[in-house]
């Protein structure tokens, strides 16, 4: 097998070129860029791809045609005369004080002003976009070539702060005051490229912008960032075959566990499917698979918003969007699913030309199996640990070994600790459709039948639970629904154990708690 070397962590086009890093080729994308738009602006998730696509724009705009033999880009027809690029970089940097911000551009301006022996060093906030103006004017002139402008994650500074709105709403300004320059120096300006991962439509930082394009959901570049499943195979074949080796599968299953947990994103109807780089270069070169991508971040905000906004889990999978709210979105949008596209949670299911509403999906089982248990905390507040009466793998041992009774006393002992304004139904179903997927069960929420839909449905290998959950009722109620619209008549011919649950939370205080029954469903023998 070849020995790839994979360029996890490394976002430079020219350390990875030189140090013979396996590289996806996306050059060809390049003339495209070039030919259609002067002012561009591409919204992808974290971890997928944009630092390094900034980077090798920044190397083909500095004319290093050297580091591009091989690639498409080395042999077409384009200018390879060099031009001042400016790239700003806001990966780095610390924003949540007042100053965080404001220290980031004056050390980049700083950076470039010393490079055209430009002296005005101030840190005046005000004057931060007359720098930016005199720095592109004066390289257009010492050069007589016009300025590359890239810039990568320009929403850092503003994600992470929902809940500081004083220095969200100064970053922001600075931004807007920072940008809007861009267009009173238009013709000094070749090409400029901004990336991040959300769109904020009530920010206006790009208002004075009013000629960047956004093609984050244009077909024609659906596939420059992330992998086909055709690119993977070509690039990565025998790192997938060391992978099914490891794992002691053949190929096709690996390549399935993969395609399972890392692929799923599609950014524009027309577009290919596409996996996840980051997640599948630590799988092949730790030789398993996890969770990598999710591990990196944690989605407190969306999690929350999900939870107040009264969006029941099971419902994430299959929310319908006009593409006019994926495009753009706004901290205080009740919906929170836009954000979650556009954070790489969620990714098109399905569109519908004739209604033009997409469908949302979770992408792949890293990403849904990784929100679900950053989300179970947020109902449940005592934490499911391991080692804990309320770990993964006891109530999976419940659900799997058919001990119904053991799952409803772990359960109703965790549902004690929920604050008084969360005991309701509906945070009770979410708790326990949240437990039964991140236990690796097959669960459906309102499972539809010909007399209605059913609370929950859990499968397992040898065993069938259904829900039906009540408040301030009675378990005898719960259980008649479960017996008079026949919930589990479409399993009479499953070899399965049937277990039907009815359980109610009674508020008042005398009987204040949750009560349960549990009955077997009898089969007629055939």
Not at 458 to 486: C, H, L, P, W
Request: with cysteine; aromatic share 14%.
């Amino acid at each position: 097998m070849a020995d790839l070397r994979y360029p996890i962590g490394i976002q430079t086009f020219s350390k990875l070129i030189e140090g013979g890093y396996t590289y996806v080729d996306k050059t060809g994308y390049i003339p495209l860029l070039l030919k259609n738009d002067q002012y561009i602006f591409l919204s992808r998730p974290r971890r997928f791809g944009k630092s390094l696509l900034l980077s090798t724009l920044e190397a083909y705009f500095e004319g290093r045609r050297d580091l591009f033999k091989g690639l498409a880009l080395y042999d077409m027809d384009v200018d390879w005369e060099p031009s001042p690029v400016f790239h700003f970089d806001f990966n780095a940097g610390v924003y949540d004080s007042p100053d965080g911000l404001l220290t980031r551009l004056h050390g980049s301006l700083e950076r470039f002003e010393n490079r055209y022996g430009i002296k005005t060093y101030s840190k005046n906030r005000s004057e931060i976009p007359v720098r930016f103006e005199n720095l592109i004017e004066t390289a257009y002139k010492v050069t007589g070539r016009r300025v590359v402008i890239l810039v990568d994650e320009y929403d850092k500074p503003l994600l992470g702060l929902e809940e500081n709105k004083e220095i969200f709403e100064e970053n922001q300004r600075l931004l807007k005051s920072f940008f809007g320059c861009m267009k009173s120096s238009d013709s000094y300006i070749r090409f400029a490229f901004l990336t991040g991962v959300a769109r904020f439509n009530k920010v206006s930082i790009f208002s004075d912008l009013n000629n960047l394009e956004d093609i984050s959901m244009d077909p024609q570049y659906a596939d420059i960032c992330g992998w086909s499943e055709e690119e993977l195979i070509k690039i990565f074949h025998p790192g997938i075959e060391a992978l099914a080796v490891a794992r002691e599968e053949d190929y096709a299953s690996t390549l399935g566990a993969l395609r399972e947990y890392y692929d799923g994103y599609l950014f524009a109807p027309g577009g290919s499917r596409l996996y996840n780089p980051f997640s599948v270069l630590r799988a092949l070169k730790a030789r398993e698979i996890e969770p990598f991508w999710f591990a990196t971040g944690t989605p407190t905000f969306l999690a929350k918003r999900v939870k107040t906004m009264g969006v029941y889990p099971p419902e994430i999978n299959g929310t319908k969007c006009f593409k006019e709210e994926l495009m753009a979105v706004g901290f205080d949008d009740s919906n929170p699913m836009p954000l979650m596209f556009q954070t790489g949670y969620l990714t098109i299911g399905s569109y519908d030309k004739k209604t033009q509403i997409y469908e949302l999906r979770f992408p792949n089982r890293e990403v849904e199996i990784g929100f679900y248990k950053f989300l179970l905390p947020i109902y449940a507040p005592a934490t499911v640990k391991i080692g804990s009466p309320f770990s993964f793998p006891k109530f999976m041992m419940d659900l799997n070994d058919g001990h119904p009774e053991e799952f409803m006393k772990r359960l109703t002992t965790l549902l004690k600790d929920l604050p008084g304004e969360d005991h309701c139904e509906s945070t009770y179903r979410a708790i326990t459709y949240l437990i039964s997927v991140l236990c690796g069960t097959r669960a459906i929420a309102e499972h539809h039948g010909y007399k209605g839909r059913s609370d929950i449905e859990v499968a397992t290998e040898g065993y069938i639970y259904i829900f039906e959950f009540k408040y301030n009722k009675s378990v005898e109620e719960a259980m008649e629904q479960i017996y008079s619209r026949d919930y589990a008549g479409r399993y009479a011919l499953d070899s399965r154990r049937v277990y039907l649950i009815g359980a109610n939370y009674e508020e008042k205080r005398e009987k204040r708690g949750l009560s349960y029954r549990i009955e077997e469903m009898v089969k007629a023998k055939l």
